[in-house]
Structures are given as C-alpha cells and as structure tokens.
C-alpha cells in the first residue's frame, strides 16, 4: 500500500495470459438466440470468441458472450461489433415507473400479510389526539466499487486456478463446483485485496464466468476477465428500492402510542428478494403500545444484493425521518423526543442482537453535547437534523448541520457522531476512519444516487450518471465520539452508515421547511423563501 505495489485483482498478470470481455444480456435473465461469432473472430487480435450457456438464476452464470484476445483493448472493440439476439424473458416488462405505480396501487388494497402486531393499532389511531400520515421511498442503489470486478482463471488438465477479488472465496468455489462439474479439491483460489466491496464482493458471478471461459480456453493459459464500468454498474446485485406507507398517533401530551406502516417491497407473497425486508421487530417496535408492520410485494426480475448496512441504509431514512415529523406534530424538540420514546414503558432489554434503550439514550445525549444541540442557531436556510439506528450491533446517533441557499444550493457544515460498540475501541485510528467513511458513504447515497430501470435495463451507466460523492460536496467535519461500557466490542463497518441519511433530510428540513420523503435528494427541489 505504502509503495504502490499491485495488490488488487485488476493488477493480476500472469506469463502468457490472454484477455476477456463478456456481454451479457441487458435484461438479466436473458439468454442468447444467436450471434455473429465468425465476424468478431476475424477481428485484429482475437484468439476466440463463444458463447457460453448459462445454468444458474441469481449469483449462478449467466448466460452470454465470450470474446477472448491478445489485450484487453482488442477484445474490448471487438465486443462493438458484436450483434447479439437475445431473448429478454418477462423481466423486459419491468420498470421503476411500473414499479412506483404497483406500489401506490398496492397500497390503496388490503396488505398481502402481516410482520407483526401488538395491541390495538387501529383502534388507538381512531382514539388518537393527533394522527399523521406519510408516503417515503428510496431508490435502488449499486455498489460501484471503485475496482470494477475481475477474475483471472487457469485451467488445465481438470484443474482450476483462480486470482479474484471476493469477500466469499468459500462460497465463490462451491459455485464452480456446482456449474462447471469440477471436483472441489481441483480449484484453487488466490485471494487479492477489493478496491471496494461493501457487499458486491458477497455475490461470484464474475468469478465463475472467468472460470467458465478459461475452462473453455484450456490449455493451461491464464484468462483475465475484466469487466467495464458499464459492465459493473448494469449487471449489479442492487440495493433494492422500498416504498413506506406510515400512520402514527399521539395522545394529548403528546406521546406517541400507535404506529403502522405498510411496507410495499419485492418478492414472492410469503418470501422478500434478497436485502428487500423489514423486520417485525425494527424500532420502534417494543416503544410504541399499539404497533402494526403489513406488507405487500412485487414480482422482481432484477437480482438485488446486500449493500454496506443492509436493510439499515434505507430503513433509517424512513423510520428516523417520519419520528421528526411525529416530533413536530407534538410539538416537541426532535431529541427530547427522541429521549421520551426510549424512555418509555417496554420490555426488558433482553440481550443479544436488539437495541438497548439506554446505551442508545447515551449516544443521544453525547451528540447532543458534543453537537451543542440546545444551544443550535434558529435562522431560515440553517438547519440541524437529529437521527439514531441500532444496527450490526452498534448503537449510533448522530447530528447533521447544513445551510441551503435560497435557491436551494446545499451545503453541509459539519456532522457530529456519538458511537457505542461495547467496552473497547481496538483501534482508535480505524474506528474514526471506519465512522467517517460510513457517514460519506451514506451522505453519497442520499445526495445523489438512484439506479432505474426502463424496460428491463438498467439505465445508469457510469459516474456521469452515478455521481459518487466528490469532495466539494462533503462536509468540511465529521466528528466521531465514542462511549465505552461494559459490553463486548463489536464490529464498525456498517452500523455508522444509517443515522447520517435521515439526520441529513431532518437538517434540511429545519433549514427550508421541506421535508425529504423520496431520495435521492438532488431531485428534490430545496429553495425557499
């Protein structure tokens, strides 16, 4: 790292290795109906070009194209001339506007099932002194590594070696086992360093293509595939989307005592896409007496996949941001509210994978503190927003300011974070880092990410259209404290992610009085007057 020495799997050269490309239907799911094979052959420095069979739905191979060359460059123009039929299957018909439209329709209908119910949800919404609606979605979102994904294979004389990027090398050589019929003791694997996982590294579709091919090349010489960035950003497990139809009450002090929320997502009626559910015990359920999650889903084509905090990324958004408009309905400061629902009658923390009330209320009053919340500047186009989220086992909350011109340019100031993950922060420096990356991460995410569909295909395609977060854009601060009690330590890759979203969107709110209920925020419209 310190020397710049190849580490990555893009970097992997081998003597004598030849190049590869693989296209690969737009809609997934799609399987070649022919191609001209004997044009792309004759092109300047092609070595071979095939088709290879797909046998596997999900992270399995997928059907495509195969061009092999002397360099990456020739197999890669020669992939232009490529003219592929394919057929698309039913996943063509599917778009994000069809999408939000089945959502909204879904909505209006009874739910499809219930997560979960406790009390009297909607007879204390009846009863309420005060009740609130809102509608909140979120996009699909890809990984985008900054290392798009690769995998250099070699087979020869029934054995298999792979140099790859991958957070599962387990599961990546089963899958060549299990699609390619080659005995488990006959693949090797070379791990190399990710130049960005956050979950993409999870799924080896590109790992068992690049054994396919080379298992098709034999002879014992090194294949590397590698894809494109379009390649990467259009044939990704996505972040799938989500739509939220929230109902609260408050009694007359305003308390919050009844919650429902009908959950539009994909899937199968008993089953959700991968990374697409909710849990029936996510906050503030055990908070809140009378408490209702329902769901209902759309078929999905599109494969979806874990990405950084999955499920949290989105989840928080919509839970943490819905809170501030049930704190401004009861009259109340969006942290003292926050404060009061912890504090209210539940259940014993009963240990585990749950939120314990009182480490997140620690949290709260450290960023708080640290933030100078109570003392915070009320002025048109400044805001501060407030969020929390218990995930991966951390408790995390967290303080967003920004300013918002009156044209609605935005600008973020400063972010404070206040961490608890148990009685020792191993390594200080890290566990800054690792906080300060997950709140840029999340900032990114909110600011300006969206993945859609149109008829099947992904319509981003690179960073013009997928603007990862640039550093004019991220807040000069982000400040990461840290309570230490006597609970195990536990891991920091994910849980710091979630509260910036929501904390973000409620700071914007302060700041303009409109309120994020759909992201990305740069379609929002923020001016004011």
Same mark, same amino acid.
């Given at each position: 790292?310190?020397?710049?020495?190849?580490?990555?799997?893009?970097?992997?050269?081998?003597?004598?290795?030849?190049?590869?490309?693989?296209?690969?239907?737009?809609?997934?799911?799609?399987?070649?109906?022919?191609?001209?094979?004997?044009?792309?052959?004759? &092109?300047?420095?092609? =070595? &071979?070009?095939?088709?290879?069979?797909?046998?596997? #739905?999900?992270?399995?191979?997928?059907?495509?194209?195969?061009?092999?060359?002397?360099?990456?460059?020739?197999?890669?123009?020669?992939?232009?001339?490529?003219?592929?039929?394919?057929?698309?299957?039913?996943?063509?018909?599917?778009?994000?506007?069809?999408?939000?439209?089945?959502?909204?329709?879904?909505?209006?209908?009874?739910?499809?099932?219930?997560?979960?119910?406790?009390?009297?949800?909607?007879?204390?919404?009846?009863?309420?002194?005060? #009740?609130?609606?809102?509608?909140?979605?979120?996009?699909?979102?890809?990984?985008?590594?900054?290392?798009? &994904?690769?995998?250099?294979?070699?087979?020869?004389?029934?054995?298999?070696?792979?140099?790859?990027?991958?957070?599962?090398?387990?599961?990546?050589?089963?899958?060549?086992?299990?699609?390619?019929?080659? *005995?488990?003791?006959?693949?090797?694997?070379?791990?190399? !360093?990710?130049?960005?996982?956050?979950?993409?590294?999870? !799924?080896?579709?590109?790992?068992?293509?690049?054994?396919?091919?080379?298992?098709?090349?034999?002879?014992?010489?090194?294949?590397?595939?590698?894809?494109? !960035?379009?390649?990467?950003?259009?044939?990704?497990?996505?972040? *799938?989307?989500?739509?939220?139809?929230?109902?609260?009450?408050?009694?007359?002090?305003?308390?919050?005592?009844?919650?429902?929320?009908?959950?539009?997502?994909?899937?199968?009626?008993?089953?959700?896409?991968?990374?697409?559910?909710?849990?029936?015990?996510?906050?503030?359920?055990?908070?809140?007496?009378?408490?209702?999650?329902?769901?209902?889903?759309?078929?999905?084509?599109?494969?979806?996949?874990?990405?950084?905090?999955?499920?949290?990324?989105?989840?928080?958004?919509?839970?943490?941001?819905?809170?501030?408009?049930?704190?401004?309905?009861?009259? =109340?400061?969006?942290?003292?509210?926050?404060?009061?629902?912890?504090?209210?009658?539940?259940?014993?923390?009963?240990?585990?994978?749950?939120?314990?009330?009182?480490?997140?209320?620690?949290?709260?009053?450290?960023?708080?503190?640290?933030?100078?919340?109570?003392?915070?500047?009320?002025?048109?186009?400044?805001?501060?927003?407030?969020?929390?989220?218990?995930?991966?086992?951390?408790?995390?909350?967290?303080?967003?300011?920004?300013?918002?011109?009156?044209?609605?340019?935005?600008?973020?100031? =400063?972010?404070?974070?206040?961490?608890?993950?148990?009685?020792?922060?191993?390594?200080?420096?890290?566990?800054?880092?690792?906080?300060?990356?997950?709140?840029?991460?999340?900032?990114?995410?909110?600011?300006?990410?969206?993945? #859609?569909?149109?008829?099947?295909?992904?319509? &981003?395609?690179?960073?013009?259209?997928?603007?990862?977060?640039?550093?004019?854009?991220?807040?000069?601060?982000?400040?990461?404290?840290? !309570?230490?009690?006597?609970? *195990?330590?536990?891991?920091?890759?994910?849980?710091?992610?979630?509260?910036?979203?929501?904390?973000?969107?409620?700071?914007?709110?302060?700041?303009?009085?409109?309120?994020?209920?759909?992201?990305?925020?740069?379609?929002?419209?923020?001016?004011?007057?």
């Amino acid at each position: 790292i310190v020397t710049g020495t190849p580490l990555y799997g893009i970097d992997v050269t081998l003597p004598g290795m030849l190049y590869a490309v693989y296209e690969k239907c737009p809609v997934p799911g799609g399987t070649v109906v022919s191609v001209n094979l004997d044009e792309v052959k004759s &092109q300047w420095g092609v =070595k &071979q070009a095939f088709v290879v069979e797909g046998n596997a #739905t999900g992270d399995g191979l997928a059907s495509g194209v195969a061009i092999v060359a002397e360099t990456w460059w020739a197999a890669r123009k020669a992939r232009e001339q490529l003219k592929v039929v394919w057929n698309e299957g039913a996943t063509a018909a599917q778009s994000s506007a069809g999408f939000a439209a089945q959502a909204a329709e879904l909505s209006r209908q009874p739910p499809q099932r219930s997560l979960r119910k406790d009390g009297d949800p909607d007879g204390a919404l009846k009863s309420a002194a005060k #009740t609130l609606s809102a509608e909140y979605s979120y996009p699909f979102l890809a990984h985008a590594t900054l290392e798009p &994904q690769s995998c250099t294979a070699r087979y020869q004389e029934g054995k298999l070696e792979l140099w790859v990027r991958t957070q599962t090398p387990e599961s990546g050589r089963g899958l060549v086992v299990r699609t390619l019929g080659i *005995p488990q003791d006959a693949v090797t694997i070379h791990l190399t !360093r990710l130049g960005g996982g956050f979950g993409r590294g999870l !799924r080896n579709d590109y790992l068992v293509e690049g054994a396919a091919i080379a298992k098709q090349v034999g002879g014992g010489v090194p294949v590397k595939l590698l894809w494109t !960035r379009e390649d990467d950003m259009r044939h990704d497990f996505y972040r *799938p989307a989500g739509f939220h139809y929230l109902s609260g009450g408050l009694d007359a002090a305003g308390t919050l005592v009844a919650w429902r929320n009908h959950f539009v997502s994909f899937g199968t009626v008993e089953r959700f896409v991968s990374s697409a559910s909710l849990s029936a015990t996510e906050f503030p359920q055990r908070f809140v007496p009378h408490f209702a999650i329902d769901a209902s889903v759309m078929p999905l084509g599109i494969p979806t996949g874990p990405l950084r905090a999955p499920g949290s990324n989105a989840i928080a958004f919509v839970m943490q941001s819905f809170l501030d408009e049930l704190a401004l309905a009861a009259e =109340k400061d969006p942290l003292q509210f926050r404060l009061d629902l912890l504090a209210g009658t539940q259940p014993a923390w009963a240990g585990g994978d749950s939120l314990n009330a009182e480490r997140m209320r620690g949290v709260l009053k450290l960023v708080a503190e640290k933030s100078g919340w109570a003392s915070r500047r009320r002025e048109k186009g400044k805001g501060m927003g407030v969020a929390f989220h218990y995930s991966h086992l951390g408790h995390f909350a967290e303080v967003v300011q920004v300013t918002v011109t009156r044209q609605g340019a935005l600008g973020l100031d =400063k972010v404070w974070v206040a961490g608890d993950i148990g009685s020792q922060v191993i390594n200080p420096l890290n566990a800054e880092q690792q906080v300060q990356g997950s709140v840029l991460d999340g900032i990114g995410h909110a600011l300006a990410l969206e993945i #859609t569909f149109e008829r099947g295909r992904t319509v &981003q395609g690179n960073f013009d259209e997928y603007p990862l977060l640039r550093l004019t854009k991220a807040p000069p601060a982000v400040e990461v404290y840290f !309570r230490t009690l006597d609970f *195990p330590p536990t891991g920091l890759g994910e849980p710091a992610l979630p509260p910036v979203i929501p904390a973000l969107c409620n700071a914007i709110f302060e700041a303009t009085g409109k309120r994020i209920r759909s992201l990305p925020i740069g379609k929002q419209d923020l001016s004011w007057t």
